[in-house]
């Protein structure tokens, strides 16, 4: 930004806060708040720093929520490390904390973010104990709320294990990498930002594998982080999954989009079939090793369409960890999800039906009413119930899972806008025009946070909530809103 237009800046937003109606505003700290945020990606740190500072006086004025309180104090926190003010940044970050802890519980997921970010202050300061001490305490509420399994969990191993390893405690280190990368390995998704998580695991537990003079170990780990690399700059392989879709009327443009994010959970490969079939057969010497492996091949034959192979796999897999980990371990009900996915994704709700109600059990023996896997597991039961004309059943379950997700996961996350979409789309149906337009409202807001204002799933729910508006002649905000889903899709910015 040159001189001039710096000066400009400085000047609208001064004459903004100068204005009689700006101050009278009852939301005034949300201004504030934004106009703070601007200020800052401007570049103009001292200007944002004071507008953040006006923004949390307000807040605290006008404001009883510990959520809203809570992210004024992180947002200026976060500018004062920028401007390398990291004894008051810590007195912020702590502060914050009380506040949530004290309206939500020490183990709510509310509290992650400010512990992770106060957690970052320690490490730049040199004090990895008491880093050490809120990772862990993040390790714990992750593994309560979303599961042992879950990428979130591994992305706390993470960094448990990179500051355990720049604290120069390599032994300590080295199984908190490789927890994380069991994680992501199982669970990472060739159509989405997880691999680039992996990568940064795989290069960071390759520098410890170097300080510990295992240089072939190493060495291979950053060939893996190398191929991966190659794999975020390649099309996902779902556009015939999206056609499929596309011509089923009873989806929604959000269920078809679900679609096309990819089915399987697992690492996508991008190698010939012959060549993944062949190193799983090779690397592999007994069933336990293998069921990794298979995972991963099911998961490719998954989203090339190839259904009966793939489902298969997925049955093999099933029987492999029901022996070894017990019919009702947490990881059989894993498996259990991926064949539901599968044969819904081959409308074969009645087959779903059973199986995602066993893993629903096993979810809530082992973690629970309010975990994340759960959640998702009722929404997808919900959505089967949905195709299978069980309207009562699906709204009362969709409901449910709403609940847990704001309650345990908040309103921003993917899994209650999925939700959220679910219920709108099954108001369409049902001809309950009011109730689906509420809903979209809800659902459209729970995207853009969850997923960020560009992504295509904010156009799937534009397109929705646009045929709503349609049905109510409002005919003008549904064109609007058709053409956000049309730049958005374009690639152009909104």
């Given at each position: 930004m040159n001189r001039l237009l710096k000066v400009a800046f400085v000047f609208l937003v001064s004459a903004l806060l100068a204005s009689p109606t700006f101050a009278a505003t009852e939301g005034s700290w949300?201004?504030?708040?934004?106009?703070?945020?601007?200020?800052?990606?401007?570049?103009?740190?001292?200007?944002?720093?004071?507008?953040?500072?006006?923004?949390?006086?307000?807040?605290?004025?006008?404001?009883?929520?510990?959520?809203?309180?809570?992210?004024?104090?992180?947002?200026?926190?976060?500018?004062?490390?920028?401007?390398?003010?990291?004894?008051?940044?810590?007195?912020?970050?702590?502060?914050?904390?009380?506040?949530?802890e004290a309206a939500n519980g020490s183990s709510s997921p509310v509290l992650v973010q400010t512990m992770l970010d106060l957690g970052s202050i320690y490490e730049a300061e040199g004090n990895h104990p008491q880093a050490m001490v809120l990772y862990k305490r993040v390790l714990g509420i992750d593994q309560v709320a979303f599961g042992p399994y879950h990428l979130e969990t591994g992305k706390t191993l993470h960094k448990i294990a990179k500051s355990s390893h720049n604290a120069g405690k390599l032994t300590d280190a080295e199984p908190y990498y490789k927890k994380a990368m069991s994680i992501f390995e199982k669970q990472a998704d060739n159509n989405n930002p997880n691999i680039a998580d992996l990568v940064a695991l795989l290069q960071d537990y390759s520098r410890l594998l170097s300080q510990t003079s295992r240089k072939s170990e190493a060495k291979d780990m950053e060939s893996k982080a190398a191929a991966l690399k190659d794999q975020l700059h390649k099309p996902a392989s779902s556009a015939q999954a999206a056609s499929g879709a596309a011509g089923n009327q009873s989806q929604s443009a959000w269920q078809v989009q679900v679609l096309t994010k990819g089915s399987g959970s697992g690492l996508a490969q991008t190698n010939e079939d012959r060549e993944v079939a062949g190193r799983a057969t090779e690397s592999t010497t007994d069933a336990n090793k293998l069921a990794p492996v298979l995972s991963t091949l099911a998961d490719v034959y998954f989203q090339q369409q190839r259904y009966s192979t793939a489902e298969s796999l997925y049955k093999t897999i099933l029987a492999i960890d029901e022996k070894t980990l017990g019919a009702d371990h947490p990881g059989v009900a894993f498996d259990l999800l991926n064949l539901a996915q599968l044969y819904v994704s081959e409308q074969r709700y009645q087959e779903a039906e059973p199986i995602l109600k066993r893993a629903l059990a096993i979810y809530e023996s082992n973690y629970g009413s309010d975990n994340l896997l759960l959640v998702r597991t009722k929404g997808l039961l919900g959505s089967v119930y949905e195709h299978e004309g069980k309207t009562e059943q699906a709204q009362a379950l969709y409901k449910t899972a709403l609940d847990a997700g704001q309650k345990s996961l908040g309103p921003n996350n993917l899994e209650t806008a999925k939700i959220l979409n679910n219920m709108a789309y099954l108001c369409y149906r049902q001809e309950k025009y009011e109730d689906a337009e509420t809903y979209y409202k809800w659902a459209l807001a729970s995207t853009e946070g969850a997923v960020g204002p560009g992504d295509p799933l904010v156009a799937a729910c534009l397109q929705d909530y646009a045929k709503v508006l349609r049905k109510l002649d409002r005919v003008a905000e549904a064109e609007n809103m058709e053409d956000q889903a049309k730049t958005i899709l374009s690639g152009k910015q909104i």
């Open positions: 949300r201004q504030l708040y934004k106009a703070a945020e601007t200020a800052r990606d401007a570049g103009q740190l001292p200007v944002s720093e004071d507008l953040y500072r006006q923004a949390l006086a307000a807040c605290e004025k006008s404001s009883d929520s510990a959520q809203e309180k809570s992210k004024c104090l992180n947002a200026l926190a976060a500018v004062l490390c920028l401007e390398n003010k990291t004894e008051e940044a810590e007195t912020l970050y702590k502060r914050s904390l009380g506040i949530l």
